[in-house]
Each structure stands twice: as structure tokens, then as C-alpha cells.
């Protein structure tokens, strides 16, 4: 898959182009994106996604917190496993935000991007005010020689299929229903960053994660995860929360993740934590030693799930 940040000498066989956020890049997501792929296929093209960096959310309404299911890097990640020949990250600016429909279409797609075919979904839009739809991409597809298609009707209930349901899930520990959702164990990545130690105290030394900007965080609480570090998979827990034994309830929840059978040093390292399932609440100990005990319970509940119910060995 190529890249394209800049598409000024942007240059593909006959493109097939859609276009939107791909938040998750869920099931949803994936649906579109074969179709898409088959569709180029068939004509002997390329796939492309035009989609935009940074979120349009951040840029129109910055004042507005703005939590995500994917980063940017994830994204690529995930589009590289969909097998697409280009991905456009267009920047996304106010300025961008003005432009009517029918000049995008013209100065984007048509003079850049020499679009072939465009695959639209049935209530998907594009251009100022959201008034370029299907209707009216059939309309300029005439005038400017290229294609469009609607997308085949997603097999899955919109409302589920939504990011925000799947935050919704994640939020209240329901793990499962979520990766079914997502296609794919939720992620969190980030640089491992100085915490205060205190793991290594109760014998259980974790990895501090710094997790990106604008990063949805689930729900607090002690996760069963797959450890993705140097490309090795190492099996381990996570605890999400304020730690209220040790801090006395911090201000910020915190995000710690012990390996097992791992000595190394992962301070300034990058991490990546695929979520399997939830464990537990996160609980007040009435002292350190019982946190210890319940730690080395954790543990063993994290291989049994990932050993016997996941089939990761």
C-alpha cells in the first residue's frame, strides 16, 4: 500500500476511490473496503481511501474533546492488512471545510486523483453542508467520465456498528462484544514512560503507557492482553484505574501493563496492547499484601483466559 500525504503527482491505474474517517476500521469498515478491492479488481484498478488527517472533528470543533477508536498509525496498520493499493491522508483544514461538493469532486478527485469509479455509501455525503450525495455524484459522472457506486448493505445494525457503540462496550467491560464488532481485539499503544515503581515492590513490575492523543481509553478495571513488543507476543494483564491501595485515588487513571516471563527494560519503548477480555473492577485492598494476593489471582485468571478460552499458547 502506498501512502499519499501530498497528491500532487498522485498517480494510480484507474482508481476506484471511497472516502471518510474510517474510525475502527470495524467490520463495517471492512466490508466497504473488499468491496472496494473487488471493484478494482474488476476493471483491472486500484483501490484507494481518501481519508483525512486530522480528524475533521478536531478542526471544526476543537473545543469539543475528541476520543478515538483508532490513531492515525492504526489506521495504516489496518488498511495495509485490507490489502488496498493507495491511501490518501489528506489535510484537513477549515479552508478545506468550505468547499462545495462539486469542486471537490472536480479539483480533487477528477484533476488529482483521475478517479475512476467512486464507491459512496447510501447516506454517506462529501463537499460543504454535506450536499454531495449519491444523487448528485450521479449527476456530475456524466460530465467528468467516472463511475459511482453505492456501497452493498452492510450485514450488521448501523446503530451497532457505530464507534460510538463500540466505546459504549468497551467503556463497560463487554470486550467481546466489541472485537466481534471491531474484527480485531481493541488496541491500545503508546511509549512506556517512568512510572513509580511501586509493580516491582508487589512483585508484579509494570510497563507505564503514555497511550496516543485523543486515544479512547475503556473502562477502568484489570484486562487479560496480548503484549505486542520488538515484534514478539508476550502474554500479560493491564490495570486501568487510579490505583486507590497505593494512591489513595490518583487524579488520572493510570495505564499499567505487566508481562509475563519478561525481564527486559521497556522504558522509551513502544508497546502495543491488544485487549482481550475484562477480569475485574478495580478494587480498594485493605492493604498492600492483599493487593498482592489478588494480583497473583489475576494472573492466573489472564492464562487461563488466554490459554484455554482464546487458544493463545
Known amino acids: 500500500m502506498k501512502i499519499w ?32 478491492n473487488d471493484i478494482a479488481k474488476n476493471i483491472d484498478g486500484e483501490s484507494v481511501v481518501f481519508t ?37 491522508l489528506y489535510p484537513f483544514t477549515k479552508e478545506f471545510s468550505q468547499l462545495k461538493y462539486e469542486d471537490f469532486v ?33 449527476k456530475l459522472s456524466s460530465k467528468f467520465d467516472f463511475k459511482v457506486i453505492k456501497q452493498n448493505e452492510i450485514r450488521f445494525d448501523e446503530k451497532e456498528l457505530s464507534s460510538t457503540h463500540i466505546r459504549t462496550l468497551l467503556s463497560h467491560g463487554k470486550l467481546l462484544a466489541a472485537s466481534k464488532l471491531l474484527g480485531y481485539p481493541y488496541v491500545l499503544s503508546g511509549n512506556v514512560v ?41 502474554k500479560g494483564m493491564m490495570n486501568i484505574g487510579l490505583r486507590p491501595t497505593i494512591d489513595d485515588y490518583a487524579k488520572k487513571p493510570v495505564i499499567e501493563a505487566h508481562l509475563f516471563d519478561f525481564k527486559e527494560n521497556l522504558y522509551g519503548k513502544f508497546i502495543k496492547i491488544s485487549i482481550i477480555r475484562k477480569l475485574r473492577n478495580e478494587y ?29 499458547q
Open 106 to 138: 472536480e479539483q480533487i478527485l477528477v484533476d488529482k486523483l483521475g478517479v475512476n469509479t467512486i464507491l459512496i455509501g447510501y447516506d454517506n455525503t462529501v463537499g460543504r453542508n454535506k450536499k454531495g450525495d449519491f444523487k448528485q455524484l450521479k
Open 52 to 88: 483525512f488527517s486530522p480528524h475533521p472533528a478536531k478542526v471544526l470543533s476543537p473545543e469539543k474533546e475528541l476520543v478515538l477508536l483508532t490513531t492515525i498509525e492504526e489506521k495504516i496498520e489496518l488498511f495495509t492488512e485490507s490489502k488496498l493499493d493507495h491511501l490518501v
Open 5 to 36: 500525504e501530498d497528491i500532487s503527482n498522485f498517480n494510480a491505474k484507474n482508481p476506484v476511490v471511497t472516502i471518510g474517517s474510517f474510525d475502527g476500521v470495524h467490520l463495517g469498515h471492512q466490508q466497504v473496503l473488499k468491496q472496494l
Open 194 to 234: 517512568r512510572g513509580q515503581q511501586i509493580g516491582n515492590k508487589l512483585g508484579f513490575p509494570t510497563a507505564n503507557v503514555l497511550p496516543c492523543d485523543n486515544k479512547f481509553i475503556p473502562g477502568m478495571g484489570v484486562y487479560a492482553v496480548m503484549v505486542e513488543y520488538d515484534k514478539k507476543s508476550y
Open 284 to 312: 480498594k485492598f485493605d492493604s498492600v499484601d492483599a493487593l498482592r494476593a489478588q494480583l497473583k489471582k489475576d494472573k492466573q485468571f489472564a492464562l487461563e483466559t488466554l490459554n484455554k478460552e482464546f487458544g493463545i
